[in-house]
């Protein structure tokens, strides 16, 4: 049994280099947040979904599933609170979504590129509270967590996207420290 526990750790050790360069190789590695549940997702075939203008015809999404959103050109767009960010003239890119969830928490905002995502409530914009993003990743390229509220209709704005589409997952973040 001591030979069997001495060739598990020395197996652990030789793999070690391993790890260290599978990080370095892979972008998607660097994420400092356990990004598991996001990445898996990610790795599903998207549902396909026309972003919305307006609110009235916004589609509704429901968390833990993939979407793979048709962005529309931006000036298109009638947003219900001002983007909270504004960007190059390059990025010409955006839609809306709705969004009600069961339970209040913190919820991630996954993203397959470098667009930007705000949140609106009763009119307001929230603040996020954290986010992550790694270069050369896009599955995802970018997580905003955002504190939401159980029961009220959500508002996703989407913007400042340099292409028509756009990938996107809502989860419950796994640290729900308030």
Known sequence: M???????AVAA???????????????CAAFSWDVHHERDLFSKQP???????????????????????ELRAQPEVTFSAPPSRTWPEE?????????TVETAGVYRFALDQPAWVDVVVGGAVLQSRDSQGR????????????????????????SAS????????V??????TP
């Open 47 to 69: 549902i396909d979904l026309a972003s919305g203008k307006a609110i009235a015809d916004s589609p509704t999404l429901t968390p833990d599933r993939l979407y793979e959103l």
């Open 13 to 27: 050790l030789l793999a070690l280099p391993f790890a260290s360069a599978k990080a370095a190789v892979d972008p």
């Open 162 to 169: 340099v292409t028509p589409s756009l990938r996107v997952t």
């Open 91 to 99: 990025a010409t890119y955006a839609g809306m979504a709705r969004l």
């Open 2 to 8: 001591t030979l069997l526990r001495v060739a598990a």
């Open 171 to 176: 989860t419950r973040s796994p640290t729900q």
């Open 135 to 158: 270069v050369g990743c896009s599955t995802p390229y970018k997580i905003v967590e955002f504190a939401l509220p159980a029961g009220k209709p959500l508002v996703l704005e989407f």
